[in-house]
């Protein structure tokens, strides 16, 4: 790409070879609408600015086709979230406790319809025994609110989750307060470490977290 000294004598074939150089970088047609929309973001605002007149250059430019298509995220099934519950269970190399926090982010996942820094950021305070309530989500140390308005309604908490609910509460000394899963600082859990489940179930429980449940 050749750097361009004046906006204004930026074209809509300018931005469409933009967007095919990233293409050849190995950019998808995702990050690729997101790199145009941030473009015409700027022209918009330089429009606004009096910097330039006329229509935004980047409005009519087209994705290139040989641009790779989003990869489809696969939900998963009741049969399959038993079967990895069932492997947690039965690790030999990891304490009962770690087991216990690897079930039960896969049950908030699956059974309460969280997303992980939902989990994350769900606390002992806001579980009644029946109900989860959804305040908060958590991505590395920052803390937002939950994603859409539905999110944050509470959620029922069914009986395999709140059997493992329990479970943890009883290993970690029954605490009143502070987040559900949490590391050994008593700081939310890294659900991307790959230390917090073994090995052999990493990679099931990462598709677990974000292909969540599927509807029957």
Known sequence: MNALEDPRDF???????????????GWGRRSLKHAKSLLSGIFTYAKNLGVLDGVNPVQGTIIPRKAAAPAETHASTPDEVVAVLDVLRRVKDLDQR?????????????????RPGEARGAR?????????????????????????????KPVLVIEPLRELLAKLREAESNPA?????RGMKGKPLNL?????????????????LSGRASTP
């Open 98 to 114: 770690s087991k216990l926090q690897a079930q039960t982010a896969v049950a908030l996942m699956f059974f309460a319809g969280l």
């Open 124 to 152: 002992w305070e806001d579980y009644d025994g029946k109900t989860l309530s959804v305040k908060r989500s958590v991505w590395r140390k920052h803390i937002t609110d939950p994603k859409t308005a539905s999110a944050a």
């Open 177 to 181: 307060s502070g987040p559900i899963l």
């Open 192 to 208: 991307g470490q790959r230390s917090a489940t073994p090995k052999t179930t990493a990679l099931p429980i990462r598709s677990l």
């Open 11 to 25: 074209k809509t074939v300018d931005a469409a070879n933009t967007l095919s150089y990233f293409t050849g970088k």
